[in-house]
């Protein structure tokens, strides 16, 4: 009698995972998807580098890398115009500085590192999902292809360079040998996290109050007081003393005050201004991003989502650009949410000869569910036609020859096409001009100005004269009018 097509293809699963089941599968597998992986994502990042089409806030960490390697103070004049560790006390940034300052090329070293960092994601969570989740090698399959797909992951991957992101694999590891008690791996976890970002500490706490409650209530405890005693010391002391005086974090939570005790203040005194900035469309959009590739399941087991939570409403109510939202802030409720994922097909699924079996319908259901929302949201997915990255047309040729014609000991303005161009230098500015043309703000401190037309499309040809005789009358020249890449140079006052 022959079976029906859902139980022969039940039968196939689990002859296949019933091969998978071995030791030598759990030491392969996952070293296999995670080289694959990082070839991938390596090969997106530097794509998108070539194509000029990278963020400013590469060209930042790349300016501070470079300085970094030159033994100079490592201000980020290109973004927040203040030292690399005001920002987020990262550093863990520097020794990633050492290797490109030790001849290594400095973007793509950042880019290939990031990427790498993601990629390794996968070793712990193939771990989480057979040793604490206790699932068989199908659904543990099915984990790691949703985080290959999840578009969280692409977004920061492609969206320049940022060391928190580093800390992923951190966090993910520390969750893992947290949970099964292996302290040595745990503490280096730990450690990689905290000095990635000053406010993972947070997480860090996070997951100290989870091991306490799963029956480690010392090492939880000393998790917690750690992961909390080194986010207050980076905001109350390292930042403001790499940061003049203040503190970077504070900015964001300008409506509910000035310092951290009165922001504290402010989220009791105020909760409509609390429940507003929460209940934001952009906040809704961040959960879907979040949660719908894993079909909303880590919801079912809110006992390992909720130690993120504190710092998650950290994020969510801060006032941050949309890309940092759906960016670098999303770091630390990944890792938890795909914790939360595993013990979630662990709970509804049936326990076996000695691991849990999920219904392959569910496997199937996530296997689509990951592949909608990379398609809907990722940055690499097709719509974004990742396969034509790489290439450059006339006018990013003309970038380059227009860049190349700046000395290194320049002081430089321009346009965020060519910020990656000519980071490697100590001073280094955005060109951010609004509709009118504004030739004395475009000067002011600089010896070179780069613009590129492509980025004020909103100026006539009227507009774009008055800028030239502007910075003519300055006391600059135009050195080079190509593909729309105009490049002006201070003329050297004369003496007598």
């Known amino acids: 009698m022959k079976l029906p097509l859902g139980r022969r293809i039940d039968n196939l699963a689990l002859r296949w995972q019933a091969r998978l089941d071995s030791e030598w599968a759990d030491r392969v597998l996952p070293w296999l998807a995670a080289l694959g992986l990082f070839i991938v994502l390596a090969l997106l990042a530097l794509a998108r580098a070539r194509s000029l089409d990278a963020t400013v806030d590469l060209a930042g960490y790349a300016q501070a890398s470079w300085l970094i390697g030159e033994g100079r103070e490592p201000v980020m004049t290109v973004t927040t115009n203040a030292h690399v560790l005001a920002q987020q006390a990262a550093f863990g940034f520097y020794p990633l500085a050492w290797l490109t300052g030790a001849g290594l090329p400095n973007i793509p070293t950042l880019l290939v590192v990031q990427s790498a960092a993601l990629a390794s994601g996968v070793l712990?969570?193939?771990?989480?999902?057979?040793?604490?989740?206790?699932?068989?090698?199908?659904?543990?399959?099915?984990?790691?292809?949703?985080?290959?797909?999840?578009?969280?992951?692409?977004?920061?991957?492609?969206?320049?360079?940022?060391?928190?992101?580093?800390?992923?694999?951190?966090?993910?590891?520390?969750?893992?040998?947290?949970?099964?008690?292996?302290?040595?791996?745990?503490?280096?976890?730990?450690?990689?996290?905290?000095?990635?970002?000053?406010?993972?500490?947070?997480?860090?706490?996070?997951?100290?109050?989870?091991?306490?409650?799963?029956?480690?209530?010392?090492?939880?405890?000393?998790?917690?007081?750690?992961?909390?005693?080194?986010?207050?010391?980076?905001?109350?002391?390292?930042?403001?003393?790499?940061?003049?005086?203040?503190?970077?974090?504070?900015?964001?939570f300008a409506a509910f005050g000035d310092s951290p005790g009165t922001v504290l203040a402010g989220f009791v005194q105020r909760p409509g201004t609390v429940l507003g900035q929460l209940v934001r469309e952009q906040n809704?959009?961040?959960?879907?991003?979040?949660?719908?590739?894993?079909?909303?399941?880590?919801?079912?087991?809110?006992?390992?989502?909720?130690?993120?939570?504190?710092l998650q409403f950290l994020y969510l109510v801060a006032d941050v650009p949309t890309d940092a939202v759906f960016g670098q802030q999303t770091v630390a409720i990944t890792a938890f949410i795909f914790l939360s994922g595993a013990m979630a097909l662990g709970k509804i699924g049936e326990m076996g000869h000695e691991k849990i079996r999920v219904d392959t319908r569910v496997i199937g259901a996530l296997f689509l569910a990951a592949t909608v929302f990379y398609i809907r949201d990722a940055a690499s997915s097709p719509y974004r036609r990742p396969w034509d990255w790489g290439g450059q047309d006339a006018a990013d040729f003309a970038r380059i020859r227009a860049t190349d014609q700046v000395k290194p000991t320049d002081s430089v303005r321009a346009s965020r096409t060519l910020l990656t161009l000519l980071a490697e230098r100590e001073r280094l500015y955005d060109l951010t001009l609004g509709d009118a043309p504004d030739a004395a703000r475009a000067a002011d401190g600089v010896d070179v100005i780069v613009l590129d037309d492509r980025q004020v499309p909103q100026w006539s040809s009227v507009d774009r004269q008055v800028f030239r005789l502007g910075l003519q009358s300055l006391g600059f020249r135009q050195v080079s009018n190509e593909e729309g890449i105009e490049l002006f140079v201070r003329i050297p006052a004369t003496s007598g």
Not at 199 to 216: H, N, P, Q, T, Y
Not at 285 to 309: C, D, E, G, Q, S
């Open 284 to 310: 809704f959009n961040l959960a879907v991003t979040l949660l719908a590739p894993l079909m909303f399941l880590p919801v079912l087991v809110p006992r390992y989502l909720v130690p993120v939570l504190p």
């Open 124 to 252: 712990p969570l193939w771990r989480i999902a057979r040793k604490i989740a206790n699932l068989r090698p199908g659904p543990s399959l099915c984990l790691v292809f949703v985080y290959a797909f999840y578009p969280v992951m692409h977004n920061l991957n492609l969206s320049g360079f940022h060391p928190e992101t580093i800390a992923l694999p951190g966090l993910l590891g520390a969750i893992y040998f947290g949970l099964r008690g292996k302290w040595r791996y745990f503490v280096p976890c730990c450690a990689v996290v905290l000095l990635m970002r000053a406010d993972l500490g947070l997480a860090i706490a996070g997951l100290g109050v989870l091991l306490a409650l799963e029956g480690k209530r010392r090492q939880g405890a000393a998790t917690a007081l750690v992961g909390i005693g080194w986010t207050a010391l980076c905001i109350l002391v390292l930042q403001p003393r790499y940061g003049a005086g203040s503190s970077a974090h504070l900015a964001a």
